[in-house]
């Protein structure tokens, strides 16, 4: 269970977290993606296409039960993480489009999590469903002070931008202080869980990445974006679905429902730094590789 | 006005000048540069006077009034507290910031003065340029200061004042972007100069005297402003020597081109191009000080991408810029999609603009994109297209007021009419001489006339067109080609980006042509470029090779160094 304070001040950052996106973009640049917009739409069909049918496939293939099953498939259907701009900035991928995706993602939610949620979660009415209307209500609190944000980047740049670093440090933070004060008091639970469901929590993620790059790569992406998003697919915004978990559920269900999402935002962190440190060095090696060339045709002539 | 010395019997371009340009312009009231800014600054003082941009959108802002005070305690600085003379000389180096003016200022205002330096310059360009100048005090950026630090034992440079891309600006915005450039992008190099900080230096000159010093109350027009080096892309660099007068004069010819659509204390000047290169000093910075503009520095354009916020989130109304800089604006979505809406008019100079460049610019932006001409020599502008009436594209427009220019052969005999010849110039701007070379001096100095190096055609009306560098011209088989026109011809292609052109030798035709290109679309193939060129083009000025390229050399401002590639491919 999350403390009261907890839920409290998980929802409070996630308000500084939101404003911090929308303080990352302007509305032009809202305009301009979508002037060109192939690689939004393959990134909208990786996160709310390819993600959701993963955690459901997952969560049929393992055979889950009810309250894991839920929780997985509301992983999998979240938007983007902020977290995902800092590892695409540090693998040295597309910053503008990693942005411009978790964005995307945040403001479609209130339409795409409600709709693929009931979609992939039938047959789990009852006592473990998420009432979509709950899902809405808080996705729409959480627009207005994305909203102030994309403003406040129009009004004064240096708040728009300040509050964007405050935003990123902070979902990192979240993530460490939620983990840091939950796993001590379950540490019994995560003791008694079984492989099947770190396997889900991993994989979903994992597959995420692999499958966010196969898509891009072969709708004739090039490398770097496809890399981007690669990444934005696979990193999903953890604190958002404990938030949803921890508002819906205020019984003795909520600790069953949560496991797997706190597990995801634990190992997400873990494999994404190491897919990050990968396609930082794949970046790398295609800079050098193109250098060479150059001298090569230099040398010819 | 008759001067019995120059050859183009009439000036054809004065009647251009028709009501809006002065034909005749009266010497400069002011008698040094600090004397005419620092009374803007007063008539300015509390409108925003310089604001950098970074290329997040963070930016920090200096008013007019804070300008002039930080700049006079500067001065004080450099004189009592260094004990440095009238006349001594301080480098400056580092990109557009903030520091860049109120440093240049207080130079000038402490009668010193400035030799702007290149950051980007190798450890040995600044060895030679710090002894060749006998700069006394140097202020640099911290981004460059390893560099210093393995030459400063062999220069004349005694003290060293250090500052960063951030400074002045607001606390919390100044710490993230020098922690984000420090720790994150990692661009400040450790190093062991003996240094004072800028703000720190500022202090010292708070306490060392107050209120206006009067250093600058001796300098006259003949006094020494500013040691601008060039020649660096052709061989050892020379330092340009411009004076007050030099200058102040210079000023006022680009006040009279620019003054239809010039609102002092309205305009909002958009600086991408370097202010240590003399283009972005006299025009971006120095007119539009003492027009009371708001002046918005970027510190480094590239990749263009770069410009976007300061593009985005200020009311721009003039902006300068060479070829390269608008043709990559031109070629950013980001851009097409909004283009600024409240631009008047933009500049262009430093290399030959192409048509393409100019047609879909002007059509996108809906205001005149002058081109012009000028050289470091000349303070530097000496020919622009007038703003108001008919312009000819593809021209470097008309003289300046008080300007005048022949062209002549080799022998230095005026050519006829229609034919082309080297450019020269007489005025008021044309520099003192070369810094302790009086045979350079003599060289490109002669009888008044300043030899430009370039060639030029004359219209009957008094509209010239560079045809090229004198030494970049190719001599295929006997016919003289330029450059310039084949890369115009290249550019104009829908699939290219940018083009550059050479000479190489050949057994043969003695040279031949060429081609060095970079793609905008990927589909671009050289038979396609062939048939282009074919089109346009007489056989002996066809590429006779056309080589793909991922981009071109370029200088600090933007040009494309041909003699780069001409190094490359003979030298390979």
């Not at chain 1, 964007?164 to 440090?169: S, Y």
């Not at chain 1, 994989?203 to 998003?229: E, M, S, V």
């Not at chain 2, 083009?537 to 080589?547: D, S």
Request: hydrophobic share 45%; glycine share 8%; charged share 20%.
């Amino acid at each position: 269970m999350l403390t009261e304070l907890e839920t409290t001040l998980l929802g409070v950052m996630m308000i500084i977290i939101m404003l911090g996106m929308g303080s990352s973009l302007t509305f032009k640049d809202f305009a301009i993606a979508l002037r060109k917009p192939q690689a939004i739409i393959v990134g909208m069909v990786c996160q709310y296409g390819l993600m959701p049918l993963t955690a459901f496939l997952l969560a049929t293939a393992f055979g889950l039960r009810p309250e894991y099953t839920i929780g997985l498939i509301l992983m999998g259907c979240m938007p983007g993480g902020t977290t995902s701009n800092i590892f695409v900035y540090f693998s040295k991928g597309r910053l503008s489009l990693s942005i411009l995706m978790t964005v995307c993602s945040t403001l479609m939610a209130i339409v795409m999590v409600p709709v693929t949620m009931s979609l992939y979660s039938r047959g789990l009415e009852g006592e473990w469903a998420i009432p979509p209307d709950q899902i809405i209500s808080l996705l729409f609190v959480l627009l207005v002070p994305t909203v102030i944000g994309i403003a406040l980047r129009k009004f004064n740049a240096n708040v728009g931008a300040v509050l964007e670093l405050m935003g990123g440090v902070i979902g990192v933070i979240v993530i460490i202080f939620l983990l840091a004060s939950w796993i001590p008091r379950n540490w019994d639970l995560l003791m008694a869980t079984g492989p099947i469901i770190y396997a889900c929590s991993i994989g979903l993620g994992l597959i995420g990445f692999g499958l966010g790059y196969f898509l891009a790569k072969n709708l004739w992406l090039d490398p770097i974006r496809a890399r981007t998003i690669s990444m934005e697919t696979g990193i999903q915004n953890g604190p958002l679905a404990i938030l949803i978990v921890a508002m819906v559920f205020t019984d003795e269900r909520q600790q069953l429902v949560l496991l797997i999402p706190i597990l995801y935002s634990m190992f997400i962190v873990m494999t994404s730094t190491v897919i990050c440190l990968w396609y930082r060095k794949i970046t790398d090696r295609e800079v050098i590789a193109r250098d060479n060339a150059k001298i090569g045709a230099i040398r010819e002539t | 006005m008759e001067n019995p010395e120059r050859g183009q019997a009439v000036k054809p371009w004065l009647s251009q000048y028709g009501d809006h340009i002065d034909e005749m312009l009266s010497t400069p009231s002011h008698p040094s540069l600090p004397a005419a800014m620092i009374e803007a600054a007063e008539e300015y003082a509390d409108q925003i006077a310089f604001t950098t941009v970074m290329p997040n959108g963070m930016y920090g802002s200096l008013r007019y009034r804070e300008v002039d005070e930080m700049s006079d305690a500067f001065a004080y600085y450099l004189r009592e507290v260094l004990g440095l003379e009238s006349g001594d000389r301080v480098a400056l180096q580092m990109p557009n910031c903030l520091s860049y003016p109120v440093c240049m200022l207080g130079i000038l205002k402490a009668g010193c003065v400035v030799v702007n330096t290149n950051p980007l310059y190798t450890p040995e360009e600044m060895r030679h340029q710090f002894s060749d100048s006998g700069a006394k005090a140097l202020v640099i950026v911290d981004l460059f200061a390893d560099k210093l630090e393995e030459v400063l034992g062999e220069t004349p440079v005694e003290h060293v004042v250090i500052t960063r891309v951030p400074e002045f600006f607001p606390a919390v915005v100044k710490q993230i972007t020098y922690g984000v450039m420090k720790y994150w992008n990692r661009a400040i190099p450790a190093h062991n100069v003996q240094a004072t900080r800028l703000p720190t230096a500022l202090e010292q000159g708070r306490k060392a005297g107050s209120g206006r010093p009067d250093y600058y109350s001796e300098l006259g027009h003949d006094d020494l402003a500013l040691l601008q080096y060039t020649g660096g892309t052709t061989g050892v660099a020379k330092g340009g020597m411009l004076s007050h007068g030099n200058l102040l004069w210079n000023l006022a010819q680009i006040r009279a081109m620019t003054a239809a659509r010039m609102n002092p204390g309205e305009e909002v000047v958009l600086t991408a191009l370097p202010l240590y290169h003399i283009f972005a000093c006299s025009v971006n910075f120095m007119t539009m000080f003492l027009a009371g503009a708001r002046n918005i520095l970027v510190p480094s354009p590239r990749p263009i991408q770069r410009v976007q916020r300061a593009m985005e989130n200020y009311k721009i109304t003039w902006l300068t810029g060479v070829n390269t800089l608008y043709n990559a604006l031109l070629n950013e979505e980001w851009f097409v999609a909004f283009p600024p809406k409240h631009i008047k008019a933009a500049a262009g100079g430093g290399a030959a603009m192409h048509h393409a460049v100019v047609e879909a610019w002007e059509e996108m932006v809906g205001a005149p994109l002058v081109e012009g001409y000028g050289l470091t020599e000349a303070s530097p502008v000496v020919c622009f297209q007038p703003l108001q009436g008919e312009r000819k594209s593809g021209t470097i427009g008309i003289p300046v007021p008080m300007t005048d220019i022949k062209l002549v052969d080799d022998d230095n005999n005026i050519v006829a009419d229609g034919e082309a010849g080297e450019l020269c110039v007489k005025g008021p701007q044309i520099m003192q001489g070369y810094w302790n070379r009086p045979e350079e001096t003599a060289k490109t100095i002669k009888d008044g006339w300043l030899h430009t190096g370039d060639v030029a055609e004359m219209d009957p009306d008094g509209t010239f067109r560079i045809v090229d560098r004198k030494k970049d011209m190719i001599l295929v088989s006997g016919f003289n080609v330029y450059p310039n026109e084949i890369e115009d011809v290249l550019s104009r292609h829908g699939k290219v980006l940018e083009a550059a052109v050479i000479g190489v030798p050949s057994e043969k035709s003695g040279e031949e042509v060429w081609a060095f290109v970079v793609k905008r679309d990927e589909t671009l193939s050289k038979e396609e470029l062939v048939t282009h060129c074919r089109e346009s083009l007489t056989g002996y000025k066809r590429p006779k090779k056309i080589e793909f390229r991922e981009d071109l050399p370029k200088t600090p401002i933007g040009k494309i160094l041909r003699r780069e590639l001409r190094d490359e491919v003979l030298g390979g």
